[in-house]
């Protein structure tokens, strides 16, 4: 590569200085000289680039004189130094563990016995040497078979294929067509030949337009314009849109199956414990939506709540739940009444404080009791429900084993068109959603009973996992209305054993239920065990609740 | 007769014969007298072959160079040029028109004689542990038929509602196969821009063909064997008949011109039936017999002991002709295939137009029930193998018999009427006197000719002008002669040299 290019630079050099030369010597030898040196260049070297010089300097008049007719158009002042040459121009392969050239082919090709099966043969066939020769025989294009031979008997035969003609009928005589002619006197030329038509068709007049330009040949349409029918437009988008059908529901396929994901299979378990109700048998992707989306709002809500109180109250007396030692005030006048008193600050009450805390309240706070029954749903879920996320076994998931907690559902199933309920109107009426009048009345009652419900126990047995972030069920999530999360807790798994086998009935029949909500609605405050009692499930009491709030 | 009287029988022949080979295997004789005792047959083979087309060379060269197996010649020390002098290169068209087509031919070259085409080895081959390859040939090419009904013909060159087709569809499915094949060939010759019309000109013409489809009667007499002449004449009735039959004269143009003149058709049969292959052959997924004829191939001549063979390679479609694995090969040699194993004569007579006498198929009837002892037979003649597979152990003989046994003897092994039994051993004196008595039948056999062997050489000889059938047809009876010569010759060795 290099040495190459630098012949051409040189040459460049060179063809300039000739042109440039003015004197010199006229002469075919100078003409060949230069041929040779031509040659010399292209294993070139700097030494024998001055022996050019010298060599151009003398003469070469007449080839400068040809060289002034090219329109050459070159910049006199151009310095092949400023191509940058490239960085390097070869370089080792660690395959073939030789210099290979940079540009060009780069991979090298390996040996012939590294080829695949057959490329040698049709490398060989490929490398085969043209024939070489020239013919004086011509083709006679199948009508003489043998003409091209060397005749050994044919020459001895040929004079006397005249002569033996007619006698020797069996010998072929192959000859061209007149003297096929000569010999067949009695063939009738139209037996032999096709006589064409010289008459033009009858039927050309009729032809159309655009047969006749078909059998002139001249340029026509390729279908037939009178025959040609329009292909039918597409449908417009419009169109399409109205006349769209629905698929038909029939699975054919395997693949056509919902794949199943997490939270269809929490929706179906929440379902199976009792705290959703769903409307078919299997959870459609907005009822497990939707499952998923209410247990987070609620634990969300829940740690608000949490949050919210401790503010309120203040430390002391909200962690004094979990301190029954602790018989002393903990209202914020106290606190600042002993601060006053002594100089400990807050801080030093709270610690102050927790130095009377057993240890078995302090894993009750921390959530850390084994006593205390804590059981996620995903726990509570049976064997085929698990498999069905995990494919059984959480270390080595063999399902689902990619999940997108961030996955956007596409609620587009094959009933996208079909027409969708007022979601709002449908909820009222059942009783889901209330308007915002409803809730200040609610809140407004909830405000007075506040403080009186309050059962130690009951609460810090629940409200120990404030800030752990365990959201796989709300089952276990506790409301932060510090009246009965775990009461409510535990009487909803009583409801729901209760109630589990035909819940659904009651929900398919609300009057069922009606029938029994009459009675405490009536009452202005309800009880949280009537509360309770009512609910079917966690999200029906939950409902319930709010309204009672 | 003892084998010394062998030679000087033979000796004028060899002088006297200016076959294509002389010069070729002149320079073997000179290896010594020995030699000279086969080459007689051999000179006449070569004349014989002179009769045929180019296949005659095959017959020829068969038993003279390339006979590993039997070693009959040493192989030719020749320098400077292995090719005899009447072997002319072909000409550069025929290599041309085949390599703009993508045929290849590796060490090997075409070479024109007197006796027609031939392929030689244009540089020595050291034995290869895997056969290698010297020709390729694709099917876009050859001509093919599927042999059974469903006429499939790769490439297809038969436009659909052809006439031809029609032609070919009505001949018998069982037994007309070269009808069908001669059609093809016609019809190629008149398909615009077929590569027979280029290879055409490079197939003997119809003088040069020695198919005795296109014989003259007094050809067949000549035969001196009226049941093969009676074939003959009733293939060509029935080539005769089928030409009628579908040329007359209101067939449309498109037929008629294929074969103005029955002459034409019959020469189409004949290229059919001397030059074709059966194969089976795979084209994608489909394998099916099928006829074909393949250019360059064809100019392979036949061998009892060939050097190559072809291959179907269905990866490109392609015909291709190998060097046996293991065999040797020297440069000037001939490269030949087997065209049929097994066949008498008269088959080979019957399709090809050639005949050799050293044919190791080749079978006598002997009237006699004199029978000879089969073992001691063939260890006097150091033949080895079944009787499938004879062959001529070289091994086991010192180099006495070296030159004598050829296929001739080793077709004596397979149709001499012979006994077996076990270890018991022949007796010397009734083993002499049933070789004798064979030898009298043998000799019963020439008298029947209505030619003796000198004469029929004489004829060949006087007479170089004949035409290649007559002289086909007058070498078909002298190398019968010349086996049953060999046959008595053998049968001389034999009683000398019985085991006791």
């Known amino acids: 590569m290099t040495s190459f290019s630098h012949s051409w630079l040189f040459q460049d050099q060179f063809v300039r200085r000739l042109r440039s030369d003015d004197c010199g010597v006229y002469g075919k030898l100078c003409r060949r000289k230069f041929h040779v040196y031509q040659k010399q260049f292209v294993g070139v070297c700097t030494s024998s680039k001055q022996s050019v010089y010298i060599g151009s300097n003398r003469g070469l008049q007449k080839q400068g004189k040809t060289f002034y007719t090219v329109n050459c158009t070159k910049e006199r002042d151009f310095d092949p130094s400023s191509i940058e040459p490239p960085p390097y121009s070869s370089y080792m392969d660690s395959t073939s563990g030789q210099l290979e050239p940079a540009s060009g082919a780069r991979a090298s090709i390996p040996g012939r016995e590294y080829w695949p099966e057959g490329t040698a043969s049709r490398v060989a066939a490929a490398r085969a040497p043209e024939p070489v020769g020239k013919s004086d025989g011509k083709p006679s294009y199948g009508r003489s078979p043998g003409s091209r031979r060397r005749k050994y008997k044919g020459q001895a035969t040929t004079s006397e294929v005249t002569e033996t003609n007619g006698d020797m009928s069996n010998q072929p005589v192959l000859v061209t067509s007149e003297s096929d002619d000569n010999a067949d006197g009695p063939i009738d030329p139209s037996d032999e030949y096709v006589i064409y038509q010289t008459e033009p068709e009858p039927e050309e007049e009729n032809m159309s337009q655009y047969e006749l330009d078909k059998a002139m040949g001249r340029p026509h349409p390729f279908i037939d314009p009178a025959i040609n029918k329009p292909i039918e437009e597409p449908h417009s988008s419009e169109d399409l849109w109205w006349n769209w059908r629905k698929p038909e529901k029939e699975q054919w396929s395997r693949w056509q199956r919902r794949r199943p994901d997490v939270d269809t299979v929490f929706a179906k378990a929440m379902a199976e414990t009792g705290q959703i109700k769903l409307f078919g048998d299997y959870p459609t992707k907005t009822e497990a939506a939707l499952a998923r989306a209410r247990r987070h709002i609620f634990k969300e809500e829940r740690l608000q709540e949490e949050q919210r109180r401790l503010e309120e109250v203040g430390p002391i007396a909200y962690y004094s739940e979990w301190v029954k030692s602790w018989d002393r005030d903990t209202s914020r006048e106290a606190i600042q009444r002993h601060y006053e008193e002594t100089g400990e600050d807050e801080f030093t009450q709270l610690i102050t404080m927790f130095e009377h805390q057993t240890a078995e309240e302090y894993r009750i706070m921390m959530g850390t009791d084994i006593r205390i029954k804590r059981d996620p749903l995903a726990m509570r879920m049976r064997e085929d429900l698990i498999k069905e996320i995990w494919g059984g076994d959480p270390v080595y998931p063999t399902i689902n084993y990619i999940q997108d907690p961030n996955e956007v559902i596409d609620f587009r199933g094959p009933d996208f068109h079909e027409p969708t309920p007022n979601m709002l109107s449908y909820l009222m009426e059942h009783g889901k959603i209330i308007s915002r009048e409803d809730l200040e009345k609610i809140l407004a009652n909830e405000k007075q009973q506040e403080l009186e419900i309050t059962d130690m126990d009951e609460a810090l047995a629940s409200a120990v996992d404030i800030g752990d972030d365990d959201d796989d069920d709300d089952d276990d999530d506790d409301d932060d209305d510090e009246e009965s999360e775990g009461e409510e807790d535990k009487e909803d798994d009583e409801v729901e054993e209760e109630i589990t086998r035909n819940w659904s009935v009651l929900k398919s029949t609300p009057q069922l239920r009606k029938s029994k909500k009459e009675k405490p609605k009536k009452k202005d405050a309800m009880s949280l065990e009537e509360a309770i009692d009512d609910s079917e499930n966690i999200t029906d009491f939950l409902m319930d609740f709010d309204e009672e709030e | ?500």
């Open chain 2, 1 to 500: 007769m003892p084998s010394s009287s062998v030679s000087p029988l033979t000796l004028p022949f060899s002088s006297s014969s200016s076959s294509l080979f002389a010069a070729f295997e002149l320079s073997q004789l000179g290896n010594g007298d020995n030699a000279c005792s086969l080459p007689p047959d051999r000179r006449n083979v070569g004349s014989t072959s002179h009769g045929r087309r180019r296949r005659v060379v095959a017959a020829t060269s068969v038993s003279t160079s390339s006979l590993p197996p039997f070693k009959f010649f040493e192989p030719p020390k020749v320098v400077e040029s292995p090719f005899p002098l009447e072997l002319e290169p072909a000409d550069p068209d025929f290599y041309r028109i085949g390599y703009a087509r993508s045929v290849r031919a590796y060490g090997v070259e075409f070479r024109e004689g007197p006796d027609g085409f031939g392929v030689y080895a244009s540089k020595d081959v050291d034995p290869l542990r895997r056969a290698r390859v010297i020709m390729e040939i694709p099917l876009e090419l050859m001509l093919t038929i599927s042999q059974k009904h469903p006429w499939m013909f790769f490439p297809d060159i038969v436009p659909v509602g052809h006439p031809i087709f029609d032609i070919i569809n009505s001949t018998k499915p069982e037994t007309d196969w070269d009808h069908r094949l001669a059609c093809l060939l016609l019809h190629a010759f008149d398909v615009e821009d077929n590569f027979w019309q280029l290879y055409g000109d490079f197939l003997p013409s119809s003088e040069e063909c020695t198919s005795l489809l296109l014989a003259h009667k007094d050809d067949l007499l000549e035969l001196q064997d009226h049941v093969l002449a009676s074939k003959l004449e009733e293939q060509q009735k029935c080539a005769i008949e089928f030409w009628e039959q579908h040329w007359h004269s209101a067939a449309p143009l498109k037929i008629k011109r294929l074969a103005r003149d029955v002459e034409r058709f019959l020469w189409a049969l004949s290229i059919v039936q001397s030059r074709a292959f059966n194969m089976k052959i795979r084209v994608g997924a489909l394998v099916q017999d099928a006829n074909m004829l393949v250019p360059y191939a064809d100019m392979l001549n036949h061998s009892f002991q060939p050097n190559c063979f072809l291959h179907w390679r269905y990866k490109d479609r392609m015909l291709e002709v190998l060097i046996n694995a293991g065999q040797r090969i020297k440069k000037g040699e001939e490269m030949t295939i087997n065209y049929m194993s097994g066949q008498k004569n008269n088959i080979f007579m019957e399709r090809y137009g050639f005949s050799s006498p050293s044919n190791p198929w080749d079978v006598i009837n002997f009237t006699s029930n004199a029978k000879i002892h089969l073992d001691s037979y063939l260890s006097a003649f150091n033949i080895s193998g079944l009787p499938e597979e004879f062959y001529h152990n070289t091994i086991l003989s010192s180099g006495g018999d070296k030159n004598f046994v050829d296929g001739a003897v080793i077709a004596a092994a397979r149709t001499l009427p012979t006994w077996s039994d076990g270890d018991v051993p022949p007796v010397p004196s009734i083993e002499r006197r049933s070789a004798r008595e064979l030898q009298e039948d043998c000799y019963q056999l020439l008298a029947d000719f209505q030619t003796t062997l000198e004469q029929d050489q004489q004829i060949l000889d006087a007479n170089p002008d004949a035409s290649r059938t007559r002289e086909a047809s007058i070498k078909y009876r002298l190398h019968r002669k010349l086996f049953l010569k060999k046959v008595i010759q053998a049968l001389e060795i034999y009683q000398e040299s019985i085991l006791f």
